[in-house]
């Protein structure tokens, strides 16, 4: 009864490592993470989470989440937001680059 679940998973797995492989050439989604905050902190202190949320929304297709609002394609990005905002909260004080400028302004997850 797994099947289904198990292969959706193997799914965003190897579309997540496609497409990595053709950005910016990144091993794992945390090299992803840290390649984006390290940058995002040489260019601007405290760096915008949303800079990561939209750097991970626009490269992985598992981060894309978006519905239909009268024929509208709407952005959530609230898989984004959930990780940047654990990024912040739980790295925020020990390491720079996760202290986010704008972490209090990310939509409350359920």
Known sequence: ?????VA???SVVQDTGRSLEEGEGDDSLGALI???VTQLAKDK????AAALVA????????FQDHGLYEGQRVTFARKA???VSDLGSRWGVE???FAFSDLD????DT
């Open 34 to 36: 840290m390649r984006v």
């Open 105 to 108: 302004q990310l939509t409350a």
């Open 81 to 83: 937001q959930a990780l």
């Open 8 to 10: 959706s998973l193997v």
């Open 95 to 97: 390491d720079p680059r």
């Open 1 to 5: 009864p797994l099947a289904p679940l």
């Open 55 to 62: 750097e991970l929304s626009d490269t992985l297709p598992a």
């Open 45 to 48: 202190h405290p760096a915008p």
